[in-house]
């Protein structure tokens, strides 16, 4: 129990002092005019409040990643406590943050954008693959599960593939509408019950004095998978996620000023954080140990463990709640990844979204694939979400590295998580068996390392060329207008 304490608490220090210095290295400047207002469409470049866009951030970037994530990353044990408060703070918040502002920085522009300006043009085709491939997987995943969760709650009355197809429609209408039609409007209730069933949980394991473990660095999972790199691709959102750099460009559009940067992006990054804490040490502590919550997980998935979780600490009604609480995380990030993706899509050919038609031929595909991948095992999908997830959270630490560094700021504070894991990327591909190359560990520790050197080195020798350049490090945003 008291690593748990204990962890929170360092969640909020984090915040409250590391999250503060983030802010004065970038340097937010209050006075420069952001795009919410520069390129203001009424569709997708909308002002909006402090507290509606950090409720709206939370959602989009907390999907089932912060609770299915740390449910599956507590077989490891205690260990998980330590990725996430240490990855939450030095890696994800600041992830978050520098995504976000850089992003107000440069007209609202996406991952993709931002890469073939500060990683080279080329970068900028990669990472549309990526990124393409990254919220096409998170649209499925997010509507797979909430459709699972939904068929268990109902007792199987309703039919699977129904509440599919009703979750779609809702994500059609929320991917075309603009931005303060639906995702303005009602997100920020939703933020409050997803707030509310996570802190239900989170005070009962406290009130009930749930046995909850201290820390170790002993490896519990039942199947003695290695917790390098696998828990850094277990638990992602949380920690670390490259799928928020997808959603935080949403958010950059209708940030009013940017000394709100802080409490929007690092501050719901911490929030986030905090979720997955909830759920990892409900996931360790309620089970008869660990090899009691594996067979639990094999039998029903982590929607089985959310479904128990909630139940025993809040009863019937409250645990319905809560269980609501998580089907709601899923469908609010998906509706922003379809969101995301049009928008991706609209940036790269050059398409105007003022037009409902232009807006429709690009987002009809993006759903027709996505029900096709509805069909792949959910398993399956998930591990190749991880993947790409922390592949795209590597490209983004590095434009933030590339950012800082052309500045003549403190670069450290994204170059250093940016390394660890770009080797943590690598080790994965190389080691696991069903999707990488299944090189035994100890060469894939060795190749990886080897790799990571050269990607560095390659980061290094760009970024001094782009010094002795004459170079644009932010936009002036009043150039430019949506078309």
Known sequence: MLTFLVSIVLLIIGYLTYGKYVERVFGENEERPTPAYVNADGIDYVPMSTPRNSLIQLLNIAGVGPVFGPIAGALYGPVAFVWIVVGCIFAGAVHDYLTGMISIRNRGAHLPELAAKFLGKFMKHIVNIFALLLLLLVGTVFVTSPAMLLHNLLDAKIGLVVITLLIFAYYILATLLPVDKIIGRFYPLFGALLVVSAFGVGIGLVVTGAPIPN??????????LPIFPLIFFTITCGALSGFHATQSPIISRTTQNEKNGRKIFYGMMIAEGIIAMIWAAAAMSLFDGYGGLAELI???????????VSIMMLGTIGGTMAILGVIILPITSGDTAFRAARMIIADYFSIGQKAFAKRLVIALPLFAISYMLTKMDFQVLWRYFSWAN???????????AMYLFLGYKNHWIATIPAIFMTDM???????????????????????????????????????????????TLDEDVSAFKEM
């Not at 820390?215 to 003695?224: D, R």
């Not at 922390?390 to 933030?400: F, S």
Request: glycine share 8%; charged share 5%.
């Open 298 to 308: 094999a039998a029903g998935g982590p929607a089985a463990v959310v479904s128990e």
């Open 425 to 471: 990327v690598y080790l994965y591909i190389f080691f696991e068996p069903t999707m990488g190359f299944g090189i035994p560990m100890t060469i894939s520790h060795m190749m990886a390392v080897v790799a990571t050197i050269v990607t560095v080195g390659i980061f290094f020798v760009a970024a001094y060329k782009k010094r002795g350049i004459s170079f």
């Open 390 to 400: 922390q592949v795209t959270a590597v490209i983004a630490l590095w434009v933030g």
């Open 215 to 224: 820390l170790t660095f002993q490896n519990m999972h039942p199947n003695n």
